[in-house]
């Protein structure tokens, strides 16, 4: 009972401490999951990223529920994304009750042109962590290059770039390219 309750602490604070979105999170779920508490190897970390990416839903909660999951199997995955979803739940609930009244004063705009910059640098601090772990190879590279311009210059829908880049990645492994 002890660990379902640090996974729902753990989460909650990832949920009440961090803004932007799953991708700003991303960060955030890292430090506490792989380094501080050692519950996942990063690789496991970023796997979780991929299917919580192709998976319906927010991607931190998608993590959190894989985390919660592999700690303490179904409850740990219940309370590890009722933790995550907690905090949401209530801050939204009191900036929607008080939002229409505060939406318009100067200090509220520039507050969240801030929240907006620090989202950026957040989501771009995630991008290159990730990025380091994963385009690693000169194969990885070309699809990281190819799946860019696609995701950039084309009407491809990002749930079929991911599900192509995994067919790429099963194929090279099939036909002995390296793991990563």
């Keep these: 009972m002890k660990e379902l309750m640090e996974l729902f ?3 909650a604070q990832i949920g ?3 803004f932007g979105g799953g991708y700003a ?3 955030m779920l ?3 999951v792989v380094d501080k ?3 996942a190897t990063e690789e496991e970390v970023m796997d979780y990223y991929a299917i919580g990416q192709c998976t319906p839903g927010i991607i931190a909660i998608n993590t959190a529920t894989f985390v919660g999951y ?3 199997g179904l409850s740990g995955g219940i309370l590890a994304s009722l933790g995550f979803l907690f905090p949401s739940i209530v801050i939204i609930t009191l900036i929607a009750a008080f939002m229409q009244n505060f939406a318009e004063l100067t200090v509220v705009s520039r507050a969240f042109s801030g929240i907006r910059i620090c989202v950026c640098a957040l989501i771009l601090d995630a991008v290159l962590r990730l990025g380091k772990k994963s385009v690693v190879n000169a194969v990885s590279v070309v699809i990281f290059a190819v799946i860019l311009l696609l ?3 084309s009407p491809i829908s990002t749930v079929w ?3 192509g880049a995994g067919v790429c990645g099963y194929v090279i492994y099939l036909t002995g390219g390296k793991k990563k």
Excluded: A, Y
């Design 25 to 27: 999170m991303l960060p």
């Design 161 to 163: 770039l991911v599900i």
């Design 70 to 72: 592999k700690r303490k």
């Design 37 to 39: 508490r050692g519950w």
């Design 16 to 18: 009440v401490g961090t």
């Design 151 to 153: 995701s950039l210059f």
């Design 30 to 32: 890292q430090r506490e």
């Design 9 to 11: 602490w753990v989460f």
